[in-house]
């Protein structure tokens, strides 16, 4: 017994000193009854960063208290073909407007739209509603990681990686069902769209729908 657990301390000793020299590796000890495994841990990507940026882009709850003073609301309809529509009956499209001090352009102010369903389908502090698309003009602190409007295309890259589709004045990011369209003007993001599609084909026949 001794002899093993001798043994069990001199490998972790050369793996700590394996981690030394290789900083760039994280190493994973496990240590069982029977033997003495070392796996390598897998490090973060740029595209684990775009797929949670997608996934989540801002925690609508959240957003919805800090604008609840200042919000307009528009009427109601039942989507765009290309949005995602879950299958639940008694539902609803709905859009939440945001605009920022002293607008000017009434085409350009910040949206958000929900798909809504049941009871609190027209109350505006509804948790079950399910976030469809973010329409973003200006630059807010309140969207948290998603207030992308400034940011360069290096900054962007270096964010979500550089595996993009370019149309036009556009880059597009994607992931499954879900797109981020940023619109740029001298190589900053100028304004930007995020959707949850009805479709995982995304390709500039789709995008060109979506910007018409």
Known sequence: MKNQILIILFLVFISCENVTEKKSENLLVVVDSNELK?????????????????ENPIDLQKFKKLKSINYTTTGVSNGMNYHFHPKIKDSIFYTYNYPTKNFKDSKRIDQVVVFKHGKN?????????????????????????????????????????????????????SNKNKVLILELEDSKVKSYRYIKLSSEKIDTDLIGQILK
């Open 38 to 54: 070392t796996e390598r841990a897998k490090e973060p990507t740029k595209n684990s960063m775009l797929t949670s940026f997608l």
């Open 121 to 173: 389908k027209h109350a505006y502090d509804d948790e079950t509603e399910i976030m469809i698309e973010l329409r973003i003009f200006n630059i807010d602190s309140d969207l948290g990681k998603a207030n992308l409007v400034g940011y360069t295309k290096t900054e962007l890259e270096s964010e979500f990686g550089n595996d993009y589709l370019t149309l036009d004045n556009r880059i597009v990011y």
